[in-house]
């Protein structure tokens, strides 16, 4: 299970009191695998606002990406589109994103905690993440979402 509220994965759902009022939700590999879906957007902070592609606009995007041949596919603020591409051969994926929540779901190789406004990697170690992705590219698409 999923706790929309607290935007945690529930182990027992059944544990009283932790989760009692929240919104659950069950969980399975498309769900997990689609993170944005899952989660609730966060609109309330003007800083944190997240506005995340319709899938038409997603599909779109992706099809260009996969037409293009890129190896590599670097998403700043863009995690509708990084998730379209998780799990596949080519392009390989890294999601910059503010939105720590990510995390959960991702491994430091495909996701970074990161502020495109003040350029700014959260883990002590991100930029070294972003350079070996960066090194192992051959052709490069760059998709942004600025704040």
């Known amino acids: 299970h999923f706790c929309k509220t607290c935007s945690v994965f529930v182990i027992e759902p059944d544990e009283p009191g932790l989760h009692a009022d929240h919104n659950l939700t069950k969980t399975n590999y498309k769900t997990v695998t689609n993170p944005s879906t899952l989660l609730t957007s966060l609109t309330s902070n003007e800083g944190n606002a997240q506005y995340l592609f319709s899938a038409d ?13 890129f190896s590599h ?3 700043l603020g863009t995690p509708r589109i990084h998730e379209m591409f998780i799990g596949e051969k080519k392009p390989k994926s890294l999601l ?3 939105d720590d929540r990510f995390a959960q779901f991702y491994p430091p190789t495909v996701f970074q905690h990161y502020n ?3 350029n700014f990697f959260f ?7 972003l350079k070996i992705f960066l090194k192992k590219t051959k052709r490069l698409a760059l998709i942004l979402d600025p704040p």
Request: charged share 35%; hydrophobic share 35%; glycine share 4%.
């Open 96 to 98: 910059l994103d503010l």
């Open 73 to 75: 596919l670097l998403c």
């Open 123 to 129: 883990e002590e170690d991100g930029e070294k993440y």
């Open 57 to 69: 606009t997603a599909k779109f995007i992706s099809k260009l990406i996969s037409d293009n041949k």
């Open 116 to 118: 495109m406004s003040s």
